[in-house]
């Protein structure tokens, strides 16, 4: 709402929530879900979708290494639906004809984009020469990008981190080199890959790559509540926000966000049903895709999530540790209920 007497151009200065278009797909608003190994999968990202309703999803990282040797573990990522368009599709390697044949069949599949994964440090993707190692091997990055941009016609993005370490920042000469070759869009996480989750985001590399090209620019990287977004689009021009972690367990945030970054105000938070409804959601329609057994075990980190920070919900963290059942998860989660009752 605009406060009265507030001008067109004060009411202006307040929205800063622009979409922008990656390509020609427009991202409405400016929040990207951000790709994350084992938690951005189908049912937690059409969950994201239906609460917060961000301008762009991601996959998790898929191999392509594993795709092109058909591993059936692989193609089960392939768990989209029109409903989370548009999608995102994030791939990892770095062998450019691998890649190149793995991006056309993502394409084939459905991705909206496909994004080359230039940040993962995690030592089992770098030995391959790929995630974050292609920052310090730019013949090889080079070639990846080219086959990849050259095998499909949805935008190709790339996200990064800022160099493999502080005395090797090269995500700036090797974004410039790659929008050249057409990359439509980059995300960069404020972070070398040696810092791994260290320290904190440095969002003026950001700033640097925005720049440094003329495509979108998303930036990432310790966006923990909506007034952070704000702050970093602020600080760095950037085009869009990417919400990692902060989104776990709680897709309110990329709603909320949204509506900041909207009207410069906060909604109220989200009530304890609705994160018990939305913890049920999550392991329901993640045990259609993997079975409920699979799903249980997977979530046990994450569902105690939705309830952080109530009374009953370490409790809730210790039991479910021992689910393999949803009706075990639906007990566990109705007992955080009854003792946020009595506690009131
Ligand atoms: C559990 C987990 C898995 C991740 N997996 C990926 C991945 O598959 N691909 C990728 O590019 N980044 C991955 N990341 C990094 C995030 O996309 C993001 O860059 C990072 O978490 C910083 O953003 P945040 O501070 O909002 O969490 C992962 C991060 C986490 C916490």
Not at 219 to 229: K, L
Request: aromatic content about 6%; glycine content about 8%.
């Amino acid at each position: 709402m605009n406060s009265p007497g507030e001008t067109a151009s004060a009411l202006q200065e307040r929205i800063i929530a622009r979409p922008f278009a990656i390509g020609d797909i427009v991202i409405d608003p400016p929040v990207v879900l951000a790709p994350m190994a084992d938690v951005t999968n189908g049912a937690f990202r059409r969950l994201c979708k239906r609460i917060g309703n961000p301008g762009l999803l991601c996959t998790e990282q898929i191999s392509t290494m594993a795709l092109h040797y058909r591993s059936q573990r692989t193609y089960q990522m392939f768990d989209w639906t029109e409903e989370e368009y548009p999608l995102s599709v994030q791939l990892f390697g770095a062998n450019p004809q691998v890649m190149a044949e793995a991006a056309k069949i993502v394409e084939d599949r459905g991705a909206n984009i496909v994004d080359i994964n230039m940040g993962c440090w995690v030592p089992k993707v770098c030995r391959q020469g790929a995630g974050a190692a292609l920052l310090r091997d730019a013949k090889t990055a080079l070639k990846v990008v080219e086959a990849v941009v050259r095998a499909v016609s949805v935008p190709v993005t790339v996200k990064m981190r800022a160099g493999w370490s502080a005395a090797e920042l090269t995500s700036v000469p090797l974004a410039r080199a790659f929008e050249q070759i057409g990359v439509r869009a980059f995300a960069l996480h404020g972070r070398t890959a040696q810092q791994g989750f260290e320290g904190s985001a440095d969002w003026n590399w950001i700033a640097d790559i925005k720049e440094a090209v003329s495509v979108p620019v998303v930036g990432n990287g310790d966006v923990r509540q909506p007034e952070d977004a704000r702050r970093m689009l602020e600080a760095t021009g950037c085009d869009g926000v990417m919400i990692g972690r902060a989104a776990i367990g709680n897709p309110w945030v990329l709603r909320d966000t949204a509506h900041h970054l909207r009207t410069g105000q906060r909604l109220p938070p989200p009530s304890l049903a609705e994160r018990l409804e939305a913890a049920l959601i999550h392991v329901q329609d993640f045990a259609r895709t993997i079975g409920e057994e699979r799903a249980v075990r997977h979530l046990r980190g994450q569902l105690p999530l939705y309830v952080k920070g109530f009374a009953g919900a370490s409790a809730a963290r210790e039991q479910i540790v021992q689910a393999t059942r949803i009706e075990q998860v639906r007990a566990i989660l109705e007992r955080v209920r009854q003792t946020a009752e009595t506690e009131n």
